[in-house]
């Protein structure tokens, strides 16, 4: 059975809704024959290169103040580590991603890109230090155990794995998602946003007793989930 999660580096959603995916496939029984792809979606294709800071886009985005910016923030972390994530409520910042899912297609190549994965969220959302330089991108890949000349190759030529990425977005835009994450089981079942582990586990068992093909049916809906118009702020 496949598991294809579409995702973005810049949605902390993204970054919840995987720890409780996972937390729901380690409990599976079949989890050994349950093939998990990651593909690429871009919340905003035309952001900057340049990082900005979190904060002050969350503000402009939502008509937000500053101390309902950082609260929202807020909340948002305190859910992150529900799941026993890191996350920085202050002090991040966000650019384009692009060039983070190309290297990821790199890295699936590789063999590697669960790592790569891992070490962008982590390096987004947890620490201080920007995620989106290029020599930090470098540095990144190597820890996750690619080739840092190989990866800094991708990442100087900007056709480099363009196409596989905009392929992975055409796909998601046919299923019909608008935004992310947005899980699909073995083309079938889809469950949109960050839901709780216990309905993971639900639409991975329907998943497994239903292998017949069908039509793609959403099972779940209405997760906290990010879009082109920005991240759904948990409420108080």
């Known amino acids: 059975m496949r598991v294809e999660i579409w ?38 294709p035309h952001a900057p290169r340049a990082a900005r ?58 063999g590697r890109q ?19 330089d290029p020599a930090r991108l470098v540095e990144l890949a190597v820890g996750a155990g690619l080739d840092g000349e190989a990866a800094a190759a991708v990442l100087a030529d900007p056709q480099a794995y363009a196409d596989a990425v905009r392929e992975d977005e055409e796909t998601a835009a046919a299923m019909g998602a608008t935004g992310v994450p947005f899980f699909v089981l073995d083309r079938r079942l889809g469950v949109s946003g960050a839901q709780p582990a216990e309905t993971f586990t639900r639409a991975l068992e329907q998943a497994w007793e239903s292998r017949v093909p069908t039509a793609l049916v959403a099972l779940a809906e209405g997760g906290e989930a990010c879009g082109p118009d920005g991240c759904e702020l948990p409420q108080r």
């Open 7 to 44: 995702s973005d580096i810049n949605c902390p959603w993204c970054y919840v809704g995987k720890a409780r995916f996972e937390q729901a496939l380690a409990a599976f029984p079949h989890r050994e024959e349950v093939e998990v792809v990651h593909r690429s979606f871009e919340l905003d």
């Open 53 to 110: 800071p979190v904060l002050p886009l969350l503000a402009a985005k939502y008509g937000l103040s500053p101390e309902q910016a950082e609260a929202a923030e807020a909340r948002i972390a305190e859910n992150a580590r529900g799941e026993g994530l890191p996350y920085l409520s202050a002090g991040r910042d966000a650019a384009n991603s692009f060039d983070m899912h190309r290297l990821l297609h790199f890295a699936k190549e590789q």
């Open 114 to 132: 669960p790592e790569l994965l891992d070490a962008l969220y982590r390096a987004n959302f947890a620490e201080e230090r920007s995620a989106f």
